[in-house]
């Protein structure tokens, strides 16, 4: 397990690099370029300034997270083979300065979506990433986009930033009759002009699943279940077609086994890295984030880390989202505070069952 956190860049982030380095056994970054937009090349001068200051700073750079794939590659537009071009010299120009797994999604319109950024936990008063598909259905999707943007520090969901809400209401109604069974067809036309180059140049690519884990507004959504990953891993069949499994966005769902997907997923080396965080449920569709501790929610932490020290042991590891805790204000679920405990609870299961293996 290679423990790393996400970083945004230093104009984009309040927790700086120091900060990350000082957690017990941080190794490395989980990179971004955060004023990309999807479909962009990522330059070797970009990239290469980036890199030299994480390693300035004492940490590897590894993996990058959130090269976005732009919607008419997901849409089969004619104009998608300019993108898959684009993404193809991305990925060439990431692994010149030794990035060697991308995460990525293939979610239509949205990346995560939440109904609430900073929902109080009455227990203790920090606040944390809330769901309740209720509200939705009396919201819709621009108005929970402009909702979320107001409520939250200047933040705002992963690319819907105020100025582009023209364009959502454009790129849902795109959207319209697409079935999964196109979407994955789209899919794999994007993994057939990408993989052959990620295995050139020795990338990864690991797809993060869908948050929440079912279908939204009518959009068709084929990265949420095992079934999902067995056709998603079959559309190109190649090691450097893998995924990043997140246990918090399957986790939504109660139905997702996690540590049986780890298990099947690690033994078949299709695992490049993991998000690990824990879920409390709260109803039908309905949760929040809650903090790592396997007693704080409804995930198993202890079979999820056993699972990946089992299967998969080199993989990258990130703590996910944290709540907001200790008056610390800053991007929803993005704190240092929680991240930090969250990381230190890994490393400490991590210890103990590798202690346990080794003493048998
Ligand atoms: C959420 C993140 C996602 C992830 C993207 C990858 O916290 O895990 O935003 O980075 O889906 O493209």
Known sequence: MKMTFRWFGENSDVVTLKQIRQIPGMTGLMGFLDYKAAGEVWTEEEIKRYVDGVHAAGLECEVIESVNVHEDIKLGLPTRDDYIENYRITIRNLAKYGVKVIVYNFMPVFDWLRTDLARVIPEDGSNSLYFDE????????????????????????????????????????????????????????????????CEEVGVSMACHPDDPAWPIFGLPR???????????????????????????????????????????????????CLHIRNVKQLGYHHFREAAHLSSAGDL??????????????????????????????????YGLYDRALGATYLNGLWEAIDKMARSR
């Open 300 to 333: 198993d932490l202890f079979e999820i880390v056993k699972a990946m020290y089992e299967t998969c042991p080199d993989v990258y590891v990130r703590p996910d989202h944290g709540r907001m805790i200790w008056d610390e204000t800053g991007r929803p679920g």
């Open 222 to 272: 084929i990265a949420h279940c095992q079934d999902d990953f067995d056709k998603i891993l079959a559309l190109h069949d190649s090691p450097c077609n893998g995924l990043c499994l997140c246990t918090g966005s399957l986790g939504s769902n109660p139905d997702n086994d996690i540590p049986a997907m780890i298990r099947r997923y690690g033994a078949m080396g299709r695992i490049h």
């Open 134 to 197: 209720r509200e939705l259905g009396e919201m819709g999707p621009v108005e929970i986009v402009r909702r979320t943007a107001e409520g939250c520090n200047g933040f705002s969901l992963p690319g819907w930033e105020p100025e582009r809400l023209a364009e959502l209401e454009a790129t849902l109604a795109q959207y319209q009759g697409v079935t999964p069974d196109q979407l994955r067809e789209n899919y794999k036309y994007f993994l057939d002009g990408i993989i052959p180059t």
